[in-house]
């Protein structure tokens, strides 16, 4: 009886040092194994009053990852479902595909930055394809949405080239070097 009160309390004590142990604490700037992050640079239009950007939900549980996505077409769109959620084993980053509504089927892939306080996604911000769109992570659920600002004026390249005189020569014409 004594043995089996002996082993009783061994494995009650490992369990208890188990449930004990500090947890794994995750590195800044990777996604969490379990729970829900939102990016989202959501904002309100001053002369309009409607919504401008675009919101991520990102959901991990046990079983799957799932992604609500969210932008903006004159209103703010119902929530799109994602499929083909994936996630680098590194948890730095991310891509899902979408379809919304009467559009193409799309893919959108992000990197954490900033210490995991921003997604940075793939593609073009304003129709400048330098820029990239930055999500912050949002913490404070309550907050207004803020003020949208306009698109910085596009860049003009110099798409002149200089001509280059033609030297005859003859036979042959050559452009001077």
Excluded at 141 to 156: E, H, I, Q, V, W
Aim: charge should be neutral; glycine fraction near 8%; include cysteine.
């Amino acid at each position: 009886m004594s043995r089996r009160v002996l082993v009783a309390g061994a494995i009650l004590l490992a369990s208890c040092a188990v449930l004990a142990a500090p947890k794994k604490p995750v590195k800044p700037g990777v996604l969490p194994r379990y729970g829900m992050l939102v990016f989202s640079d959501l904002c309100i239009h001053p002369d309009s009053g409607e919504f401008g950007g675009q919101r991520i939900t990102l959901q991990r549980f046990a079983e799957v990852d799932t992604v609500l996505y969210e932008y903006t077409a004159g209103g703010l769109s119902w929530p799109v479902v994602a499929s083909d959620v994936t996630i680098d084993p590194r948890g730095q980053q991310f891509y899902f595909t979408v379809q919304p509504p009467d559009e193409d089927e799309r893919t959108i892939s992000g990197k954490l930055a900033d210490n995991g306080k921003t997604l940075v996604l793939e593609g073009g911000y304003c129709d400048d394809q330098s820029v990239p769109m930055r999500l912050p992570l949002v913490t404070d659920f309550s907050r207004k949405a803020g003020t949208c600002r306009a698109c910085p004026a596009p860049k003009m390249k110099k798409e002149r080239e200089e001509e280059k005189p033609v030297i005859d020569t003859g036979s042959t014409t050559t452009a001077a070097l």
